[in-house]
């Protein structure tokens, strides 16, 4: 469906920057039986806003054709985000004096990877999530989980059955909601007063400077600024009031807190402030669509280079992302032979589009590659400390973005 108005303001100046063409569903893995069929590709555009600021995909899938046909994404197979998770539940613990008669809400709990650090500590918690594997998996690790998209309401039910929320956690969601403002107005409605909602999503900022454009895919209508979060929650009588950021997540991650009142720290301000001369104004995104340009012909180099010199070349997880880089790139199993990834729903399956197999991890040592591609250059620093092994036999990683790069052994660029 083709959207002509602002998905959060309803303004029609929406300026498109962007187009990475047709490309098919970035989680839609292809499997073995249905290689042969043709697969749906819809158009993958983005725009800016010039009235509110958000930058957004010009067209929309259906939230149950993303979220619930095709959805393997497991949260918990990364350390680093579980690491992560964590820290931020001790954290809400012990600032919001969390206890038994308090109840923490996350939005798109996943497979329970955050949750149940609150369960554990015996404070009550509930996920909701549509995805119906995911949702086992967090049943299974004792999250309690409403199956349903979340909306105002689903946040009326449950505030009818004497379920308001003191924290609500939402986290890698909201970029995927086609109706913001619904979403908004059901985080009101559920926050019980002098509550608090975290929200983190990776930051456009990031997607611009680091050109990681291949963090755009159908499941991601929008790309968040601090500007575009504050006009978005102020409409529903919510406040931006403090920003936080996680450079090594996601490519750059930021934590919104917002509450039912206005209270914002000086870095609030700052954000705002800065983005104002920045990212805030359409020119910021004018030179991006060059830029990713050129990250797919120096990429397109490389890769054939080294096939015509023999080489061989694998590449490392089955992620969103890649599905759009090797897509948008024109990347196939001529250029490279498999991919790997630790997530066994996706393993035996194949890339979308491209049609590349997915292997599982052990493969880089059982049959190596001269080159490994990073498709989730995302986890760097964790995949490569995990396959020392794979380095001390003489390997070698690719990082796409921001420019195609060879790494060294030691982990630096040559
Ligand atoms: P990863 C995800 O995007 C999903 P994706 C989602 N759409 C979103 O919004 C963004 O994140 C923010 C595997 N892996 O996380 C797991 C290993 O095999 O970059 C994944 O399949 N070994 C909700 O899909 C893939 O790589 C490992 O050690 O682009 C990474 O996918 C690690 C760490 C990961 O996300």
């Not at 149940?116 to 404070?123: D, K, L, S, T, Y």
């Not at 880089?325 to 498999?338: K, R």
């Not at 880089?364 to 995990?386: G, H």
Request: with cysteine; net charge negative; proline share 6%.
């Amino acid at each position: 469906m083709p959207i002509t108005r602002c998905r959060a303001c309803g303004s029609p100046g929406l300026r498109p920057f962007l187009s990475l063409g047709e490309t098919p569903l970035a989680d839609a893995l292809v499997t073995g039986e249905a290689l042969g069929r043709e697969e749906r590709r819809y158009p993958l555009e983005v725009a800016f806003c010039e009235s509110c600021t958000l930058v957004q995909q010009l067209h929309d899938v259906p939230p149950q054709e993303l979220f619930v046909d095709n959805y393997l994404y497991f949260s918990s197979f990364s350390n680093h985000v579980l690491a992560h998770s964590r820290a931020h539940a001790l954290d809400l613990i012990e600032r919001r004096r969390l206890g038994p008669r308090s109840l923490v809400v996350e939005i798109a709990s996943n497979d329970g990877y955050l949750l149940r650090n609150f369960v554990e500590a015996g404070i009550p918690a509930l996920g909701i999530d549509p995805a119906p594997g995911q949702a086992d998996a967090a049943e299974a690790a004792g999250v309690p989980t409403v199956r349903e998209f979340f909306g105002d309401e689903l946040a009326r039910r449950l505030v009818a059955d004497g379920r308001c929320a003191n924290v609500i956690i939402a986290n890698n969601v909201l970029a995927h909601v086609p109706d913001l403002d619904g979403f908004v107005a059901g985080l009101r409605t559920l926050l019980a007063p002098g509550g608090l909602i975290t929200v983190e999503n990776p930051y456009v900022r990031d997607l611009v400077e680091h050109c990681e454009f291949d963090t755009i895919y159908h499941e991601h209508h929008c790309y968040f600024s601090c500007t575009a979060i504050d006009r978005l929650v102020r409409r529903h009588g919510l406040f931006l009031n403090d920003v936080e950021y996680f450079s090594d997540l996601h490519g750059g991650t930021l934590r919104w807190h917002i509450g039912d009142r206005p209270d914002p720290t000086d870095t609030v301000w700052r954000y705002l402030d800065d983005e104002a001369r920045t990212l805030a104004n359409f020119a910021y995104y004018q030179e991006f669509a060059s830029e990713v340009e050129t990250v797919r012909s120096e990429l397109l180099t490389l890769l054939r280079q080294l096939r015509a010199e023999g080489r061989r070349v694998a590449a490392y997880g089955a992620a969103a992302k890649g599905s759009t880089l090797v897509n948008y790139a024109g990347i196939g199993p001529d250029l490279v032979e498999y991919v790997v990834d630790r997530n066994v729903h996706k393993v035996g399956k194949y890339m979308p589009g491209v049609h590349i197999p997915i292997r599982p991890v052990e493969a880089l040592l059982e049959d190596p590659p001269d080159y490994v591609l990073l498709l989730a250059w995302n986890f760097k620093d964790e995949i490569v400390r995990q396959q020392d092994e794979y380095l001390r036999r003489g390997g070698r990683f690719i990082v796409p973005i921001p420019r195609p790069q060879v790494l060294e052994l030691a982990g630096a660029l040559v």
